[in-house]
């Protein structure tokens, strides 16, 4: 059974940063391809960064250099460091796995931009 949980959400103010992590169980997570999705209220979930496997990166182009998604497969987990944050990054955060053509999604993770 995958399991994806969320950490490391809250209120920042513009220009601040945060480290959201996903701790994931149900999976080979070494090999694993893993992904961060946000939903800002009234529109899409969109995915914002990628991690393959073998540590290959992509990033949605409003994000780029700004978010970074790391792994560490000694504890099964994949964060997304966020810097220079702005309100336009206010959503919720979800980690995402696909195994075998279906979506894993965790509880996510309210991220707050405001001053």
């Known amino acids: 059974q995958v399991q994806l949980v969320e950490s490391g959400g809250g209120l920042v103010q513009p220009g601040g940063s945060l480290r959201l992590s996903c701790a994931a169980s149900?999976?080979?997570?070494?090999?694993?391809?893993m992904n961060w999705y946000r939903q800002a209220p009234g529109k899409q979930r969109e995915l914002v960064a990628t991690?393959?496997?073998?540590?290959?990166?992509n990033y949605a182009d409003s994000v780029k250099g700004r978010f970074t998604i790391s792994r560490d497969n000694a504890k099964n987990t994949v964060y997304l460091q966020i810097d220079s944050l702005k309100p336009e990054d206010t959503a919720v955060y979800y980690c995402?796995?696909?195994?075998?053509?279906?979506?894993?999604w965790g509880q996510g993770t309210q991220v707050t931009v405001s001053s």
């Open positions: 991690m393959t496997g073998a540590g290959s990166t």
């Open positions: 995402n796995h696909n195994k075998w053509g279906r979506d894993y």
């Open positions: 149900g999976i080979i997570f070494s090999i694993s391809a």
